[in-house]
């Protein structure tokens, strides 16, 4: 198994949860963006995007759709909840929530005001978008009221998907919209010997 990555790029996530699996994997770090730094990286994977994961003839370059796949390929049950479970469907919304509610939200937001050449950026998009993340993260508050992780009673890859848009957040400043909850929430994840041993490698 080979995977991709670029330092605090969404391929942590994959790291991470390879990390907390114990699965033998190798790591190829590329520099960001590859498909600027590192163009021969187009010849693997043409949309020059990370995560990608190379597991024999399977090939992935979406973050959440690959914890997934090496849940449902590495793990025992412990970082997934089982349909059998009463957070099943709690689970799957919040693996999702992590890249469509709260990071995909912040790459936007640093598109149009970071990213793109200043004569192109729109503040007023980037005011928008910040006001849809701090919505969201009040839907994370409230999810985490009286609990340690988000899904059934445990860590999991839920927590995960979460933890790195939060990671994300907190490299670009918007940790000031945290809550005192999400703020324990993050500590906690960071705590983590598998998160510390996956940014060790970044």
Request: charged share 20%.
């Amino acid at each position: 198994m080979k995977l991709y990555h670029a330092v605090d790029t969404r391929s942590l996530r994959c790291v991470w949860l390879l990390e907390e699996l114990g699965v033998s994997y190798d790591l190829d770090v590329l520099p960001f963006p590859p498909r600027v730094k590192a163009p021969e990286f187009l010849s693997i994977n043409p949309l020059g995007t990370l995560p990608y994961l190379v597991d024999g003839d399977t090939k992935m370059s979406e973050s959440i759709a690959i914890l997934e796949y090496l849940l449902n390929r590495y793990d025992g049950g412990e970082l997934r909840v089982t349909p059998d479970e009463v957070d099943y469907g709690s689970w799957l919304n919040w693996m999702h929530f992590g890249e469509a509610s709260l990071a995909n939200i912040q790459a936007m937001i640093l598109r149009y005001t970071l990213f793109v050449p200043k004569p192109q950026r729109l503040p007023v998009v980037g005011d928008d978008f910040t006001a849809f993340l701090q919505e969201r993260l009040n839907v994370l508050d409230a999810g985490l009221q009286g609990k340690t992780y988000l899904s059934g009673e445990r860590f999991t890859a839920a927590d995960i998907s979460v933890g790195y848009a939060l990671l994300l957040s907190s490299l670009f400043g918007y940790q000031k919209y945290f809550t005192p909850t999400i703020t324990a929430y993050f500590d906690r994840l960071q705590s983590r010997s598998a998160y510390q041993a996956a940014r060790a490698k970044s």
